[in-house]
Nanobody, 122 residues
Framework: QVQLVESGGGLVQAGGSLRLSCAASGLTFSNWAMGWFRQAPGKEREFVAAIGWSSYITRYADSVKGRFTISRDNAKNTGYLQMNSLEPEDTAVYYC???????????????WGQGTQVTVSS
């Protein structure tokens, strides 16, 4: 069974940090690009960050550049999103997803996790 499971969400004060993890199973993780998306209440899902299979190429939304860092450990079949300097506007459900090729469009991603809530208080 192909599965992505996110963890690491929670409640944090503005200016704080969180690290999200995405554990993959049932697929050859190293063959897939990985992305993070988020959806806030009443808003559409938006791209946050993506990383190629080799970690050589990364992409970020302008709103998180310089604050968030995406990474992966193919030996552990796990991806990460380090989030620093969090702002209340970062509050959302965060989803990790896997795609056969690196991209920022959600429709490229074929496997999705269930999401983890991140809440940033002011």
């Amino acid at each position: 069974q192909v599965q992505l499971v996110e963890s690491g969400g929670g409640l944090v004060q503005a200016g704080g940090s969180l690290r999200l993890s995405c554990a993959a199973s049932g697929l050859t993780f190293s063959n897939w690009a990985m992305g993070w998306f988020r959806q806030a209440p009443g808003k559409e899902r938006e791209f946050v960050a993506a990383i190629g299979w080799s970690s050589y190429i990364t992409r970020y939304a302008d709103s998180v550049k310089g604050r968030f860092t995406i990474s992966r450990d193919n030996a552990k079949n796990t991806g990460y999103l380090q989030m620093n300097s969090l702002e209340p506007e970062d509050t959302a459900v965060y989803y990790c997803a896997a795609a056969p090729t690196l991209g920022i469009r959600g429709d490229l991603y074929k496997v999705w996790g269930q999401g983890t809530q991140v809440t940033v208080s002011s």
